[in-house]
Every structure is written in C-alpha cells, then in structure tokens.
C-alpha cells in the first residue's frame, strides 16, 4: 500500500508575547488562508464569554461598522472569505479566526491581497465598534439571541445530543462536561462591559496560535509577524493540562426521556491513552475495527447480522482519552444492544481480528488522512492539533505509524479501555 505523499511542509516561524506562528507551506491551492486561535482552559466562568466574544467582534470594526460593510469589503478583496467558530478539544476552549484569499499570484495585478486580509483579519479582533467605550448593546443583545438559540438547538440532533450527554455524564466535575458555546442561563448576566473587559483579556493574555497557509512570500509572511508584534500583551495565562487517566469507578448508568420514538444508547470509555503516547496509534485502529466503518465490528455484527441496530459507530475523543459507543435503537432493545456492542470490545482483546477488519481499517484511516488534504482549513486543524497534544506527526508519518500498528498492539490498546458510563435516551412514555 502507497503511503501518502508528503505536500505540505510546517514550520514554527516565530514565537513572542503568547505568541506562535506556524507556516504551513502547500501549493496546490489557488488560495492562502490567515488562522488565529485563542486557547483558553475550559471553565464555567469563561465559557459563555468566549462564545459570544467572536460572535459580536465580527459583526462591526470602527472602519467597517457592520458585517454588511465587511462583507462588501471582502467582495473587493476578489471575493475573500472571513468566518470566526468556538469548539473545544478535549479540556481547551479555541476561539478561531480565519480568512482565506485568492494567492497573489493569481491575481494578474500589483495587489497584495495577503497583507490587505491580515490588516482586516487584525481590525476585527484589535478594533471592534464601540459605543460609550464597550460593545453595542444592539449588537451584543442580538448575539445573546443567537447563542441561545445555538444551545438550544443541540436537541434537535438527537444522536449527537446523546453522544454529547454522554460526555458531560463521565466527566461530572471536570472541565470536559462544559458545552463548548456556554450555557443559556449565564447569558443574562453578561451586559457590555462586562464582555468588552473579558475581550481585553482574550487579546491580551490568551495564549495564541497563528497559522499562515498557503504559498506566501517570506517578506509578506514577515510583514505579519511584524503586525502581531505591535499587540499589546501580558500576563499570558499558564493553561493547565488536561487529566487523561482517571482512577476507575462503578459504571454510571444514566437515563433521559425525551420525545423521541427511536431509543439512543451511548456508552463511554475511558481510553487511558494520551495522543502523545505510541499506544495513541495503535487505539486508533482498534477503534477503526470496532465501530469506524462498514467495515467494522459494530456495523457488521450489531447492525447488519443482528439487525439491533438503526446506526452503530465509535469514536475516540483524543484529547481528553475518551472513547464513545453510539447506536439507535428499538427502545425494547436495550439490554440486547448494550451486551452485544461490549462483546465486540470483548473479540477485540481476545484478538479476534480478522484479516478484512484490519486491512479495512488501514485502508479507512488513510482515506480519511487523504481527505483533509482537500481543505487548507483542514489541514490548518490537523496541525493545531498536533500542538494541542504535544504531537509532532505529519498526515504522512502519522499514516506510517498507523500502518506498522500490530494486532498484538490493537489488543494491548484494547485492553487498557475502561467502560464509564452507559447512556440511554428514551421515549417519555417509558
């Protein structure tokens, strides 16, 4: 099997004040894209804050006073793209920025669209619109709205509902249970400037990441770091680290009723595997083979030759060392399921392994390694992932060592998984 090729090259270029910068070198995109992330320690106190902090930055700097002024600027910058998200992986809260541009190169004129982007990339994070000296109360009152209606939303997908209620289930107590866009009833308490002084301490003492991608200029790519230079930082916060392995306990069984008609059951280990760790790689494909495919056990034996299942997968959350089991239903099926899915497990660290799960397997990992090479903003999240985890691994090294993963190493990694907690989402008529 060929490995994948190696087109994209990274490099920590700088690092000043909080500061990283990181070039990621590829050029098979027409476009170069500019990503700045914020990395906070999730907590209560912060969680809503940094949620909505870039919501109501993007809507208005003191040159572009709305998003309709940005948007129209960016349509002169030969249709450039601008967006802002907050996720969380594992115990960190990113709030990111991004814009992406067509290369220079392309553009058959003296623009320099690179700088141009950066400088607007920068007005929307250093230079919000302001009224009286902190956030307009429209502004910040409408994207209140909007958040609430984000947390509100997450029950209308109810097999990530359950997934993610899982999640807040095993980690009672430790930073992973927070939402990653807050809670609706923190909203009410935060007025305008109480969030314009958490956003001076985002710009200011969050630690950052800034990743270049794309093919630009060494003179450009110094213009930037000489921008970031100029902001005005201190007393950079010292992140904590996240706790990965957790004593054992009891199994947590938990049940919540809902109106739905198909039952949800979710159950979740603990991996007590960092990404760091060469028992990382080896986790990865025992948990291909179990529920990452057609292929695998879960969907072969649960959902196709039992018929118990509408939908059965696994995940692993890496940062956190957390692995996920997730399956629909019939509501009368539970028990049934729930023994059936821990026997796959159970194959799995007896070495059970059959020659089509593993090759599969492999062969499924390295799809999906070739298919982040599809997007730069992609590309951009697997390598801040691999300085969230300590990791230093390419998509080509990572595919090597997955590739060289023997099944004695699945059944050692399968080994040190521990179950948590068993999840179930049912009908209120139950």
């Known amino acids: 099997m060929d490995y994948i090729s190696s087109e ?17 070198t ?6 170069n894209s500019i990503n700045i992330f914020f990395q906070d320690n999730l907590s209560r106190e912060n ?57 220079d190169k392309y553009t058959g004129t003296d623009t320099n669209l690179f700088e141009d982007c ?86 200011e003492s969050l630690p950052m990441k800034v990743f270049i991608s794309g093919d630009v200029d060494d003179s450009k790519v110094q213009s930037a770091i000489a921008k970031l230079k100029n902001l ?46 060469k028992d990382y790689y080896s986790l990865v494909v025992c948990n291909s083979i179990l529920g990452g495919g057609i292929h695998s056990k879960l969907f072969q034996n649960v959902r196709e030759k039992e018929s118990l299942a509408y939908y059965a997968f696994s995940r692993l959350e890496k940062f956190k060392g957390l692995m996920m089991i997730s399956c629909g239903i019939e509501i009368s099926k539970k028990d049934k399921a729930h023994e059936l899915i821990l026997k796959q497990l159970e194959e799995i660290r007896q070495g059970n392994i059959s020659d089509y799960e593993y090759d599969s397997s492999i062969k499924s990992i390295k799809t999906g390694l070739e298919s982040l090479k599809d997007s730069q903003l992609a590309i951009v999240d697997f390598y801040l992932s691999q300085k969230i985890s300590n990791t230093n691994d390419t998509l080509k090294s990572l595919y090597e060592k997955f590739e060289a993963v023997t099944r004695g190493e699945i059944v050692n990694a399968a080994k040190k998984v521990e179950i948590d907690t068993v999840y179930f989402l049912t009908s209120e008529n139950q």
Do not use: W
């Not at 690092?15 to 990181?22: C, L, Q, R, T, W």
């Not at 107590?173 to 969030?195: S, T, V, W």
């Not at 049940?255 to 979740?268: F, R, Y």
């Open 8 to 24: 994209e090259k990274v490099d920590k270029i700088d690092s000043f004040n909080g500061i990283e910068v990181y070039r990621v």
């Open 26 to 31: 590829v050029d098979k995109f027409k476009t």
């Open 47 to 103: 969680a809503t804050k940094n949620a909505l902090v870039p919501a109501v930055l993007r809507r208005g700097t003191n040159k572009h006073k709305s998003f309709k002024e940005i948007a129209l600027y960016l349509e002169e910058l030969y249709g450039a793209s601008f967006d802002c998200a907050v996720s969380k992986k594992g115990e960190y809260q990113i709030m990111q920025y991004y814009i992406d541009h067509v290369s």
């Open 118 to 203: 950066m400088n607007l990339l920068l007005e929307i994070i250093t230079e919000p619109l302001l009224e009286n000296g902190v956030f307009r109360k429209d502004y910040l009152g409408q994207e209140k709205d909007n958040l609430k209606k984000i947390i509100e939303g997450r029950m209308n997908d109810k097999v990530q509902y359950a997934v993610e209620r899982c999640f807040e289930e095993m980690c009672k107590g430790e930073p992973f249970e927070i939402y990653e866009n807050g809670f609706i009833e923190d909203l009410n308490k935060i007025q305008e400037a109480d969030l314009f002084n958490h956003y001076k301490y985002i710009l």
């Open 232 to 277: 005005k930082r201190s007393n950079i916060k010292d992140l904590s680290q996240p706790v990965i392995n957790k004593p054992k306990k009891d199994t947590n069984f938990v049940t919540e009723k809902l109106d739905v008609s198909q039952g949800k059951l979710s159950i979740g280990f603990r991996t007590n595997t960092a990404p760091n760790e």
